[in-house]
């Protein structure tokens, strides 16, 4: 009812209602004006106001019709007012209940309709990392030489120049320090010893056998430090694998072979290797192991007829470099240079993940670009 029509407010005298006639189409015309309401759509809010617009105890339409219409009614009409007004107020009951009652059922249907699941939707893809090349490298090499006996250990990444120098026979005006000298910790005043990030894995080899007795068989993955200007095959953190075996009776032969079954496992069985003289303090003697050309199967030409872009025509390509230990290390770990022999070899691992995965930028692996890095899943 609207409130410019407040005829509840009003007796039926002031309306000019004398006739039960009368009385029943003034209750019809409220019945119509409320049923045009009803019909309307609810929401539950909304709905309580309209609930306690007509059934409000105090100022509720038909509480307003009790007190002007019904109560103060000549005793010839109240009869047939006491009539109209239980049918108004049945139906108006009824239709407000069943109101209620489809707004409930609604709100039902709605969160049942939030909630279902439907499996036919796509799935939230969720992106899966994945292990960095160099992890995975080094997970391939591990399980190489631990198949064949080695175990795994790591250490530290910041040294002293006992481990990283002096103990591997390089002593303090060694020129092979020139290469190392690196990148040294700014300590306390006071501090006893200097100490720098590790420029390779090697002073875990002193580590290794200050802690273990032979017979040793270790390799040791890392990360190392230097200070060389960063280009295609130069970075200044890169990594490597160490690797050390040291028993009573280890032959160079033992050495070579066990070289040449990790690069066959590596790179597969077709790549051949060969060993040429080298240097390096804490081996004697020591070499470079190399590989035959992956790319070209070892001619030194491509598939096009032109040279090998990889290996430069030159059919092998080096890889690192190993040495059978030399006596003058034992002395640093207490072991019997008489007794025992050994030996050692020290990966590349960067340069050798970019050969094998065909990289052509060592810078790569530390950009962090998921473009290159997806490509390695
Ligand atoms: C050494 O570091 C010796 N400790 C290896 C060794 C261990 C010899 C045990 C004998 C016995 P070298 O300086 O050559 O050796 O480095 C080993 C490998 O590290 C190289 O073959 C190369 O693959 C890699 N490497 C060296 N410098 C860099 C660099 N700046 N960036 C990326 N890789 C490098």
């Known amino acids: 009812m609207s409130s410019s029509d407040n005829k509840p407010e009003r007796t039926l005298a002031d309306l000019g209602v004398t006739r039960p006639d009368q009385v029943a189409s003034l209750f019809a015309e409220v019945r119509a004006q409320f049923d045009a309401k009803a019909s309307e759509d609810f929401i539950e809010i909304l709905w309580k106001e309209w609930r306690d617009q007509w059934l409000g105890r105090k100022s509720g339409f038909l509480s307003r019709i009790t007190d002007n219409w019904l109560k103060p009614a000549a005793p010839d009409l109240k009869r047939t007012v006491g009539a109209c007004l239980n049918d108004l107020r049945a139906h108006v009951e009824a239709k407000i209940e069943e109101r209620r009652l489809s707004i409930e059922r609604n709100e039902e249907e709605w969160s049942l309709a939030r909630e279902r699941v439907d499996l036919s939707l ?15 490298v080094f997970q391939e090499i591990e399980d190489i030489f631990v198949s064949i006996g080695f175990s795994v250990v790591e250490g530290p990444e910041i040294e002293t120049l006992y481990y990283n120098f002096e103990a591997l026979n390089i002593p303090e005006f060694h020129p092979v320090r020139d290469d190392m ?5 700014e300590l306390p005043k006071g501090a006893l010893t200097p100490l720098l990030l590790r420029t390779h894995t090697s002073p875990m080899q002193i580590r290794t056998m200050e802690k273990q007795k032979p017979p040793v068989r270790v390799i040791v993955p890392g ?10 095959t130069h970075s200044f953190i890169f990594h490597q694998v160490e690797g050390l075996a040291v028993d009573a009776d280890i032959t160079f032969c033992d050495f070579t072979g066990t070289i040449e079954y990790f690069v066959k496992q590596f790179f597969g069985s077709g790549v051949k290797t060969r060993f040429r003289p080298s240097y390096f303090p804490f081996t004697e003697p020591s070499v470079e192991f190399d590989v035959s050309c992956p790319f070209c199967g070892g001619t030194g030409t ?3 007829g032109g040279t090998c872009s990889k290996c430069k025509g030159a059919a092998w ?3 690192f470099g190993a040495g059978m230990v030399d006596p003058a290390v034992y002395g640093f770990v207490n072991y019997d240079a008489r007794k025992v022999s050994g030996f050692a070899f020290g990966i590349g691992i960067d340069r050798l993940a970019m050969l094998k995965y065909g990289i052509d930028d060592i810078q790569a692996f530390f950009q962090n670009d998921v473009r290159f890095l997806r490509q390695f899943p």
């Not at 000298?181 to 910790?185: A, G, K, M, N, Q």
């Not at 990360?223 to 295609?232: I, L, S």
Request: hydrophobic fraction near 35%; aromatic fraction near 8%.
């Open 122 to 136: 796509p799935g939230v893809i969720r992106p899966v990392g994945s292990h960095h090349l160099i992890r995975q």
């Open 317 to 319: 390509i080096e890889l």
């Open 223 to 232: 990360k190392v430090y230097r200070r060389d200007n960063p280009d295609a």
């Open 302 to 304: 491509a598939a096009s």
């Open 181 to 185: 000298d690196t990148f040294y910790l």
